[in-house]
């Protein structure tokens, strides 16, 4: 048996931008789709497109295994800043790099991978599938405590007052 799924031109042409851009409501205008928004959330919550939309990404590489060493690797991204390192005297300055969490680029790569494998819908709200629900969990931590960090002020902001 193939896993191949029965779709409309539309339906394959909304999968295919929607891939490109990661909006439902988008994706939906451009294969044609006179009601955008709401054809693009109804088209996410149809099975067979749904499955279409696994089965393509499966094919393109993006397998669950691999989507999830990418978040651990995401949430342990760095960044570097520029930092003025004074040793000995006042007047003897250099200027060093340093790495510091990128936290915002955390939090959107994680919204991202997660909604691509639909842990999350385009509301926000979190979908619990029992065979997932210990890596929605584990993300859905992670997301959290990062955001917590963000607006607890914690994050070292490289941007000058300009």
Do not use: C, W
């Not at 994706?27 to 149809?46: C, D, H, P, S």
């Not at 997932?132 to 007052?161: C, M, Y």
């Amino acid at each position: 048996m193939k896993n191949e799924v029965k779709l409309t031109l539309k339906q394959r042409k909304f999968i295919k931008y929607y891939i490109e851009t990661g909006n439902a409501s988008l994706a939906a205008r451009r294969a044609g789709y006179a009601l955008g928004k709401e054809q693009g959330y109804e088209n996410l919550t149809k099975p067979h497109i749904r499955l279409a939309f696994m089965v393509l990404l499966d094919k393109r590489g993006l397998t669950d295994e691999k989507i999830i060493d990418k978040l651990i690797e995401l949430i342990e991204a760095k960044r570097q800043i520029s930092a003025n390192i004074t040793y000995g005297d006042a007047d003897e300055k250099t200027v060093d790099f340093i790495e510091v969490p990128d936290n915002p680029t955390q939090i959107k790569a994680l919204e991202l991978l997660i909604k691509l494998k639909s842990l999350i819908g385009n509301d926000g709200n979190t979908l619990i599938d029992q065979s997932q629900h210990v890596t929605q969990i584990f993300l859905a931590n992670k997301i959290k405590e990062a955001r917590e960090r963000i607006i607890n002020g914690k994050v070292i902001s490289t941007e000058s007052g300009t």
